[in-house]
Nanobody
Framework: QGLLRESGGGSVQAGDSLRLSCVVS????????IAWFRQSPGKERDFVAI?????????????VKGRFTISRDNARNTADTNTVILQMDSLKSEDTAIYYC?????????????????WGQGTQVTVSA
């Protein structure tokens, strides 16, 4: 089993920053890559970023490239958990969404929701213009 828990969402103004955390636990998630997705009302859940487990390679959606950074917070890791951070800078109103982290084996189809085995409950991010 795997368990993912997001935190750090909130309401900010355009141009501000937010830092989302995803705590990943469970033996089943060992070796899994961690991704962030987001979903706005009435829209599909879209890929935002991924960090590969093996070498920490990162990939971003074009819409967030240069503004968002995904990374591991190794200082917060324990024997049973890993923490992945999504640093979001220069936020725009169109970044408003529920943000989810997901874990799964790395795939070249990393932007597909179907490739992920475990999901968190999501955290709301609201950006006012």
């Amino acid at each position: 089993q795997g368990l993912l828990r997001e935190s750090g969402g909130g309401s900010v103004q355009a141009g501000d920053s937010l830092r989302l955390s995803c705590v990943v636990s469970g033996r089943a998630t060992k070796g899994y890559s961690i991704a962030w997705f987001r979903q706005s009302p009435g829209k599909e859940r879209d890929f935002v970023a991924i960090i590969k487990w093996r070498d920490d390679t990162t990939v971003y959606a074009e819409s967030v490239k240069g503004r968002f950074t995904i990374s591991r917070d190794n200082a917060r890791n324990t024997a049973d958990t890993n923490t992945v951070i999504l640093q979001m800078d220069s936020l725009k109103s169109e970044d408003t969404a529920i943000y989810y982290c997901a874990a799964g084996p790395f795939s070249l189809q990393y932007s597909s929701r179907a490739r992920y085995t475990y999901w968190g409950q999501g955290t709301q991010v609201t950006v006012s213009a």
